[in-house]
């Protein structure tokens, strides 16, 4: 079994619902900051890696708040910033994690934005040679140059939802820029034990 | 019911936050007002005059009298003080009159002062007259003033009254002295006239004469006494001043008084504004939901689906064992290879 087990346990619904669409590359958003998000896209990498034997790719593309690369220590690494100004460099900025988890930090993000053509380039190149790419994005209302490049060309891209604390208001509004096409799903975050349907065989096998 | 209870406890800061500034700005309010008011207050022991002493005629069918003596005089005290002329009267007489001459609304003002008065009957024959100020002293000031005014007044009234009386009586008196001379000189023409012994018809025409000469008399009579009554029975009346004694003089509270009913009051209608307020929040709060409380109101996002919820974890153990912040127990496992996890590979 393991070790990280318990503490992915919150993400092995959401983990396994994704497993279940059969999509390949994930993106999470918000419609506001601290919706916890990057937390979400974290776990839920962890929880995929875990659940899939093949590898996961989690890339930290928050241009406004790049948290995971300020955990992961790598504030000053090349990443997909990089990737996307020189896309010949972006095996020279992936880290390898360990149990099937690699992670891409941001990058020096003066280099380049997300463009439609840019992140097209780079998921087709990321994801023919992983399986799963989980995107970490900036909020929608504020960042949205940052997200609609990644909305267009990710296979799904969820909005995350703080239960009892965004307003709906604001993820309406923030659904609306995303547009009809990327037909995005929500994720209730901070969900009361009433809300959550986590499927109770998978807890168990893996128990 | 559940639904508001749930309401209430989301919103339990702001309830308690709301319900604080409410009921305390309400209850500080209370307690100023109760600490600061001052009422001073003069009982009054109110006889009504005896009809020998009035001016006006006992036998006047045309005012009768159907209030208790401490009623009347606290109707009069009453309308007196909605007049402003009786209220610029007292306030003159008070410290309050620099306040009353740097007033830029005269009317308002004195509409004030008037109200802070209050006159209450106690039975039929006892009634306090009472001031309620922030200012201990000038309570007692407005209290004195209001009833030397309206010695005043009255005094006054009384002596236009009974001169107006006086001069009415005294013209019916030269009528009555006219009617009783012609009388007399009736009678002495007649007795003149007829020197002898009188026949009985003669005796019946005197007879007739002096009775109208009799009447004109005790008119005459009846009208002197009045001027007299008119003249003397104000002066016997405010000697005496047993119409009007004040039994109990206002006195300068050392401690509050007089607030407590505003003060409850002004903590009641706080404390009911504050729970309409909160319980507006949670009506609100229930009906109109601005954040989504569940999966039933990310429905309310459609077409937009769930896919699923992440639970709220309050504290995880640590890898020292420790509790500790789920996204930092998550960092340690990806990134730094907590619990023997791998470490960053390039």
Redo the contacts between chains.
Sequence with gaps: MNVSAPLTRPFDGLASRIDALGVRSVGFTSALLGEGVSTIALGTALSLAELRDDPVLLVDANWLQPSLTNDAGLESAPGVADHLAHPAKRDAARRTLGSGLAFLPVGDRTLARPTLRAVGSFLANEVGALETVIVDLPPILAGEPFVLPWAATLDQICVVVREEATPLPLVRQALGRLGAASAPYIILNRAKASSVDVPAKLIAART | MWRYLTTAA?YRWLLVSILGLVWGAGLAAAYVEYTTTFESEATIWVLRASPELTVTSPDDPSAPILQTAASQQADLLDQLLQTQSFVRDVVQQTSLRPALQAAPDDARFLARVAKAFHVQTHGTNLLTVAYVSGDPRLAAEMVNAALAVRADRVAQASVTYSAAANTLYQLQFKVAQRQALDAQSALDEFDQGHPGPLSDVEQAQRGQLRLSLDFAQVRLGNIKGRIDQSTLAPAVLAVSGMEFQVVDQPRVESSPRGGTKTAATTAAVAFVAGAALAALLVLLGTIL???????A??A??AP??????????PR??GPAGAPAD??A???L???R?G????????
Excluded at chain 2, 289 to 295: D, F, I, L, S
């Design positions: 989301r939901p601005t954040h989504a409380t569940g999966p109101d990310v309310r996002l937009v689906k769930l896919l699923a919820a992440v639970p709220r974890v995880v153990e789920l996204r127990s998550l960092a496992i990806a990134f290879g619990r023997g996890r791998g470490d960053v590979t390039e």
